[in-house]
Every structure is written in C-alpha cells, then in structure tokens.
C-alpha cells in the first residue's frame, strides 16, 4: 500500500492553493467546506473566487507566486498550468516539510485528492492511488446513490448512543460489543425501512 489513508482536522489551520483557474476554484470549495483557511495566490482568478474574495471568505494575493508564500502554510495545493511556478511551489512546500498536492502529478504530490462524498458527518472517501480517477468517481457516484441522506440522522443517532455507552459501560469488551449490537440494529432498521419502501411502491 503506497499512500496512507487519513481525514484531516483542517478547521481554521492555514491552506494555501496557487493558482486562480477552475482547478484552483475546486480545491478552495473543498477547503472552505472543511473550515480551512484559504489563501489565494494567483494574478487570475475565477468569477467564483473573485466574488470568495470580496465577501472575505478566502485572502487573495493576485499576482505570480513568490519564495516564501508557503510560510505558515499547514496545506499547499500547486494548481497552475505553469510547469515552473508548479515546481518551484512543490520544492518550496518540500523544503519546509509541508504536505503538498501538485495538481495532476501524482508523482510529486505528498498527497492525493481522493473521490468522495458526505451525508452529514458520514465522509466516504475513494482513491485508486492515482491508476484512474475515472473508476474513483464513477464507484463514488454509485455508492453516493445508495447511501442515502437518511444516513446524516443514523450517525446523529449512533453518535448520541456512543457517548452513553462510553458513560455507561464499564468495559472496554463490553463497549465494543454494545456498539457492533447498536449497528446491527441499524440495519435491521434500514431493511425495514426499504422494505416499507417498496410496498408503497407497488
């Protein structure tokens, strides 16, 4: 297995992305939904990050990137169309022992984007390590089908009887049994959901 598998807690940490074009504008969407803080280096930008900008919800620096705008930078995503400005930042990013992701170059990237989706705090992440991110989205697109938005109240729900079970339940055999019960009972819950379902179908 090449790359480890990890969700990361970017609320509030400082995320750079360099450069303004539709790539730029996809990884900053995705970086504010996690509460990061962006900033954008870039002379161009998109009609979206423009208008990101003006309602202050990223910072923006609108010319070329300069040696030292990674300072204090927790994440880096290099998405030029310039091959130099996109090395330069990945050697930078490296010198400071900082993750980057070079946009469609998976081979000096620290990190991948993988597909995914979210119902609630449900996050379903998909990577073939780079090999197709055509399969990553279309396996995305057929799991997103059928998990439904139901599952934002399951976790909810589980989430609420796991800190009862951590209060009530002495040991820790006896928790992880509590919650393999309380997940199974899930899903004796859903198939009878989908059963009702196609009743009321028929």
């Known amino acids: 297995m090449r790359y480890y598998p990890i969700f990361l807690d970017l609320r509030g940490r400082p995320c750079v992305v360099v450069?303004?074009?539709e790539v730029a504008e996809r990884k900053v969407s995705a970086l504010?939904?996690?509460?990061?803080q962006v900033r954008v280096i870039s002379p161009e930008l998109t009609a979206r990050l423009a208008r990101l900008a003006a309602q202050k919800k990223i910072s923006v620096a609108r010319r070329h990137y300069r040696k030292g705008d990674l300072k204090r930078a927790f994440l880096v995503f290099a998405a030029t169309d310039d091959p130099a400005t996109q090395r330069a930042v990945r050697a930078d990013a490296q010198a400071a022992g900082t993750l980057v992701n070079v946009a469609d170059d998976r081979e000096h990237s620290a990190f991948l984007v993988p597909a995914s989706f979210a119902r609630g705090d449900l996050h379903v992440a998909i990577s073939t390590s780079g090999?197709?991110?055509?399969?990553?989205?279309l396996l995305r697109q057929q799991l997103q089908a059928r998990l439904g938005r139901e599952y934002r109240?399951?976790?909810r729900w589980l989430r609420e009887a796991r800190k009862k079970v951590l209060k009530s339940v002495p040991t820790q055999k006896e928790r992880a049994r509590m919650f393999r019960k309380l997940v199974a009972n899930l899903s004796k819950i859903k198939r009878q959901e989908s059963k009702i379902q196609n009743l009321k179908s028929a």
């Open 153 to 155: 109240a399951h976790v």
């Open 32 to 36: 504010l939904r996690a509460a990061a």
């Open 19 to 21: 450069g303004g074009g």
């Open 131 to 137: 090999a197709s991110p055509a399969l990553a989205r």
